[in-house]
């Protein structure tokens, strides 16, 4: 009897961790290898609200046909948007040329530290 309380406590106690645990939000963003200087602001400002929002930020260029021929502006518009994106949150991953699909740069929320904030 002792063994079947031992299993219901250990049942329990993980069924309360895990009803404690933060999921962690992935939004991705779709840009073109030639993504229009307002449609990039308008894709960043969404990229702000998610990041402000605590979600993690998947971004990526879509290659479609014969426009594999721009990976460098691709790579460049991905760069140019993890700068702009670092008050918002650290860059996880670069960009790099994944297959003809895509190219990637990962982004998560910073962290701010309370010994900073203390400093202030």
Known sequence: MDYKKFLYEQKKREKQLKSKATKVVVKEIRFGPQTDEHDYAFKKKHAEK?????????????F??????????????LLKLAQELEEFGKVEQLPKLESKKNDNANVTKKKVNNYAKNEN
Do not use: H, M, P
């Open 50 to 62: 998610f990041l402000k929002d605590g979600a993690k930020l998947k971004a990526f260029v879509f």
């Open 64 to 77: 479609k046909g014969r426009s594999i021929i721009y990976k460098d502006q691709g790579e460049i518009l």
